[in-house]
């Protein structure tokens, strides 16, 4: 029988983890790529020497030659520039732009019936630029955000209550950045909604805290951005194409319509499955809800128009 194929764009830190989760998991074989020679080579092989250990038969390699990667069943780009200290994902911009775009052309014209997961900044213009030069359809194109922001959501609210992660669902909707809006509203502790375990003053400094995540790790780093938790959540998303397992995930995916939106990536909660993104979930917002999600939309619409620009 045919085995899985998962090619990772990318061995810095964030492709790395996400080849060694995809590996852990077996989720399928895993092709590196990265165009600095030897890097990608020499953490293929480590990873594959952990296979072993974990007990799972995966197959890991690494390459600067994408004729390795022809077949795949996934492509997840991780590839360009990560974020310093001062930087916004937007200043990223023009930089990823032209190494995302290069690469999603790439990885298409050797594996055209793929699906792409996006995890590079800023994050919901790049799965715009990789839809736009993959040509793929865009229920094939989808972006890690929603799942990031989420889980960093949940970690902060199971902080402050002193309870299990497990218990905790939220909802993040909108663009990868200072826009985001976490729904409140649909935040639950075990089935309790969490306006009744959290006053709302100290609830907002969670939020913005949220909002916040990314920008608090990379100054704690001061050399990079975070690359486990993003790895962990595009890997979650991957089990749910391979598997056909039909999880309801926020992810950036494409809207036609919905939320009375058209022609934009952004975050909402989505059934990923073989497909790809097989639907998007459409929910009833409050007033406040949809101007904040109409505020986030603006922003990424912002940032598509300067990709068009730049393509």
């Given at each position: 029988m045919r085995r899985t194929k998962i090619t990772v764009v990318g061995a810095g830190n964030v492709g790395a983890s996400v080849a060694a989760y995809a590996s852990a998991a077996e989720l399928g074989d895993v092709v590196l790529v990265d165009i600095i020679d030897g890097v990608p080579q020499g953490k293929?092989?480590?990873?594959?020497?952990?296979?072993?250990?974990?007990?799972?038969?995966?197959?890991?390699?690494?390459?600067g030659d994408y004729e390795e990667t022809r077949g795949s069943d996934l492509v997840v780009i991780t590839a360009g520039?990560?974020?310093k200290p001062g930087m916004s994902r937007d200043d990223l911009l023009a930089t990823n732009v032209k190494i995302v775009g290069e690469v999603a052309q790439k990885a298409a014209a050797a594996s055209p019936d793929a699906i792409m997961i996006i995890i590079s900044n800023p994050l919901d213009a790049m799965v715009y630029t990789a839809w736009k030069k993959s040509?793929?359809?865009?229920r094939r194109v989808l972006g890690m955000?929603?799942?990031?922001?989420?889980?960093?959501?949940?970690?902060?609210?199971a902080m402050e209550l002193g309870v299990s992660v497990e218990d905790i669902h939220a909802l993040v909707l909108g663009g990868h950045g200072d826009t985001m809006v976490p729904l409140t509203r649909y935040c639950s502790v075990g089935g309790i909604p969490v306006s009744a375990l959290i006053p709302s003053g100290r609830l907002d400094q969670i939020v913005q805290r949220t909002r916040?995540?990314?920008?608090?790790?990379?100054g704690l780093l001061k050399t990079g951005s975070?690359?486990?938790?993003?790895?962990?959540?595009?890997?979650?998303?991957?089990?749910s194409i391979l598997r056909d397992k039909k999880r309801v995930l926020p992810a950036?995916?494409?809207?036609?319509?919905?939320?009375?939106q058209r022609d934009i990536f952004v975050g909402v909660p989505a059934v990923l499955g073989a497909l790809g993104v097989e639907r998007v979930l459409e929910l009833e917002l409050t007033a406040e809800e949809k101007a904040a999600f109409e505020r986030s939309v603006n922003a990424v619409r912002?940032?598509?128009?300067?990709?068009?620009k730049l393509l």
């Open positions: 293929g092989l480590d990873l594959f020497e952990t296979t072993p250990v974990l007990g799972v038969d995966t197959k890991i390699i690494g390459t520039i990560a974020r040509g793929f359809s865009p955000a929603g799942v990031l922001d989420t889980a960093r959501f949940r970690s902060f609210i916040d995540g990314g920008a608090e790790i990379v975070a690359y486990y938790a993003p790895a962990a959540s595009a890997v979650q998303m991957a089990a950036a995916a494409y809207l036609d319509g919905e939320y009375g912002g940032l598509m128009a300067d990709v068009d």
